[in-house]
């Protein structure tokens, strides 16, 4: 029988192992995995490494911030992230005051759906304003929300009695809470003081939002989940110290899992002192720290420690980064990554023997879809969506931000070179991305109505 498209000769790569196969696709499902499959359309991957479809469950389009909007729409994102060899990603949504968690979501999708080249969910945001709203989780969970946000800083900071009504509303649905978490109370007086003493630049970043403090609110709010009986996953971990308060709870066998991004792995906290408004653009947080925690953090993935990465991206103009450098505490915060993950995290962690190929599916596709419960995601066998990466394992790729398709027009990343990159995206049996060419259009991708996730380790 011939497929509709068979991947031929590849290596594929899956979170459990490594083989040379061929990949046989009908509609847009895989068919089959296995030698000598014949089909309607070949696409040699000889010599290439073949993966699931990088999965990205946390990234912000057209999120709006105070009076600014990031910058990438679910067009422009979606686009970098299929040329990244992202395939789906998870946005977000939150409720206007008199509008309805499941009111939000449907407009919410109003916006992506026409837009999209690949596959997205949503988490549902639950903020102070949503206290009242408690009793639409299980509508909001009913539309396919099944994770929710909660945040322990910005205006969005749920207090320790919010989370704990949050937290158990979340679990009456089966539902997972995937946190911010810093100490923000802390961060204010630090913040407060800085600026009393003229201490107004980007350096003093870093500085008001410490390493220590981001643990203990790791803790914190892993203590609550586990007072309340809820799994919880902890958002964008950027230092040691989150990441073994994660790796303690799961020692004692809590469900928690954790996650970390490429601006924590790839750049340090000297980045906040280039001159002008380039200290002004990597501002994001928790900030990004010292060698000593990206270490730390590299082997934490490597140990297991953490499970997933993701972006968190999050960009804005360099006018609009700019624009408050007489406070770098009003900069609007979030960098550009949804792009170059896939083929970075190759690049440094695989090449370098950090990780195993099938560590670095595990952390980029397997692990978050699973997490996610994006069911038909994330691995390379019959019966799931045909999802897929054709990457050259051995081209080199310089990042600016010339190059990339994020439109921001400026990357922390600018002249780094990575060795390896994405030549073949594949949603759902429809090739999206090939050799640097767009070939879907806008609204290909399709919203993912997720359900019950499957137990975490
Ligand atoms: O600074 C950041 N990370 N901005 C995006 C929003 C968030 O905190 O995840
Ligand atoms: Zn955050
Ligand atoms: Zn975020």
């Keep these: 029988m011939d497929f509709d498209l068979v991947i031929k000769n590849g290596t594929i790569v899956t979170a459990v192992n490594t083989f040379t196969a061929d990949i046989g696709i009908n509609g847009e499902t895989i068919a089959a995995v296995g030698q000598g499959l014949a089909g309607a359309r070949v696409l040699e991957a000889a010599g290439k490494l073949v993966t699931p479809g990088a999965v990205d469950i946390h990234v912000h389009l057209q999120m709006p911030i105070g009076n600014v909007v990031s910058t990438d729409d679910f067009y422009t994102g979606t686009v970098a992230a299929a040329f990244g060899g992202t395939t789906t990603i998870i946005d977000f949504v939150e409720t206007q005051p008199d509008e309805t968690m499941a009111a939000a979501i449907a407009a919410r999708r109003a916006l992506a759906d026409p837009r999209v080249v690949v596959d997205y ?5 639950i903020t102070p304003a949503d206290m009242g709203k408690l009793a639409q989780v299980p509508a909001a969970f009913a539309a396919g929300c099944t994770t929710f946000k909660l945040y322990m800083a910005y205006g969005h900071r749920l207090d320790d009695g919010q989370l704990l009504r949050a937290l158990t509303a979340v679990r009456h649905v089966g539902g997972l809470p995937v946190v911010h ?7 204010l007086t630090l913040i407060a003081d800085n600026l009393a003493h003229g201490r107004t630049t980007p350096h003093w970043h870093p ?3 410490p390493a220590l403090l981001e643990a203990e609110a790791t803790g914190r709010i892993i203590d609550l989940a ?4 809820v799994p919880i996953h902890i958002f964008h971990v ?3 110290a989150a990441a073994a308060r994660i790796a303690a709870a799961r020692e004692r066998g809590w469900p928690v899992t954790g996650e970390t991004c490429p601006q924590y792995l790839f750049l340090t906290q000297d980045v906040y002192d280039r001159p002008g408004d380039e200290g002004a653009l990597p501002v994001c947080s928790p900030p990004i720290r010292e060698s000593r925690e990206q270490d730390a953090l590299w082997a934490a993935l490597s140990r297991g420690d953490l499970q997933l990465i993701t972006t968190d991206h999050c960009p804005f103009t360099r006018a609009e980064k700019a624009a408050n450098l007489a406070d770098y505490s009003r900069i609007p915060g979030g ?16 090449r370098s023997g950090l990780l195993t190929p099938s560590q670095w599916v595990d952390l980029c596709c397997t692990a978050p879809a699973r997490l996610a419960g994006l069911e038909k995601k994330g691995h390379i066998a019959p019966g799931y969506d045909a999802d897929l990466v054709i990457f050259d394992p051995d081209t080199p790729f310089t990042l600016t931000a010339q190059s990339l398709h994020e439109t921001a027009n400026w990357t922390p990343y600018e002249g780094l070179t990575l060795h390896g990159r994405v030549q073949t995206t594949i949603v759902r049996g429809q090739i999206v991305v090939t050799d640097g060419e767009l070939q879907a259009a806008a609204g290909y991708g399709r919203y993912c109505h997720r359900q019950q996730r499957k137990p975490q380790p």
Excluded: K
């Design 181 to 187: 978490a810093e100490n923000w109370d802390v961060i």
């Design 207 to 209: 500085r008001s939002r």
């Design 121 to 125: 969910g949503l988490h549902m945001t």
């Design 335 to 350: 960098v550009p990554s949804i792009e170059m993950r896939f083929a970075a995290i190759y690049s440094q962690g695989v």
């Design 226 to 229: 586990v007072f309340v009986g």
């Design 238 to 240: 950027s230092c040691g």
